[in-house]
């Protein structure tokens, strides 16, 4: 089955500093790649996603790229603010088949 | 309002006693799904439905039972409830097991003694 890690576990860094979070994949058949923002006693949101047949797209601060031959992709936060803080989830999923999460990284913004 | 609920948000109970933990979605998904969340686990995928009656294991099923006998229902099952169970529990769903965007629910802190 699907593998995902993902780096770091926790990411500290200063208000309008930029973030990056970085996740591989082990199955070269997934296709849709999900980044899920979980608030602190809050649920899991989708904050942003990406096709296999994209390199890269972007929404405001939060931009995602994806290298389907190295079989990684990254989570880009720029100009960090307080209410960032949270902890971030990437995913991977086949065509036919479910998601499989990264373990998480939470990300303190200090102001 | 769309939206997935899950009962009860909160339950301490002690090993051995059988309980579920509801789950229901207003929205007219075909896919629902559990997953617990532990410290430093992320989210692991316990059991998954792609249909009313179409039910599979997900990555951690053991010693979880759902069913899912009307479409907006999904309940988690734990017959005989042990300590390593207690965890967060979300249930999601989504309008196929493709379609891009998982809800989630509040989610349901469990601690079994």
């Known amino acids: 089955g699907e593998n995902v890690e993902q780096h770091p576990s926790t990411l500290s860094v200063q208000e309008g500093d930029s973030a990056v979070i970085k996740c591989t994949y082990s199955d070269s058949a997934s296709n849709y790649f999900p980044w899920y923002k979980q608030e602190l006693g809050k649920r899991p949101q989708l904050i942003i996603d990406i096709r296999s047949n994209v390199g890269e797209k972007k929404d405001q601060r939060i931009a995602v790229t994806l290298n389907k031959t190295a079989k990684h992709f990254s989570l880009h936060i720029t100009e960090t603010q307080p209410e960032d803080s949270a902890v971030y989830f990437c995913a991977a999923r086949g065509r036919y088949s479910t998601l499989t999460f990264g373990k998480g990284t939470m990300l303190l913004v200090s102001p | 309002e769309a939206q997935v609920t899950q009962n009860p948000r909160y339950l301490i109970t002690v090993t051995g006693k059988k309980l579920t933990v509801t789950c229901s979605q207003n929205?007219?998904?075909?896919?629902m799904s559990w997953y617990r969340q532990d410290p430093g686990l992320g989210l692991r995928q316990i059991y998954y439905s792609m249909n009313v009656e179409v039910t599979d294991k997900g990555d951690v099923p053991e010693g979880y039972k759902v069913s899912r006998k009307e479409k907006r229902n999904f309940p988690l099952i734990l017959e005989s409830p042990s300590p390593n169970q207690t965890s967060l529990y979300f249930c999601a769903s989504s309008l196929s097991l493709a379609a891009e965007t998982q809800y989630f629910g509040p989610g349901t802190r469990l601690l079994v003694l």
């Open positions: 929205m007219n998904h075909e896919y």
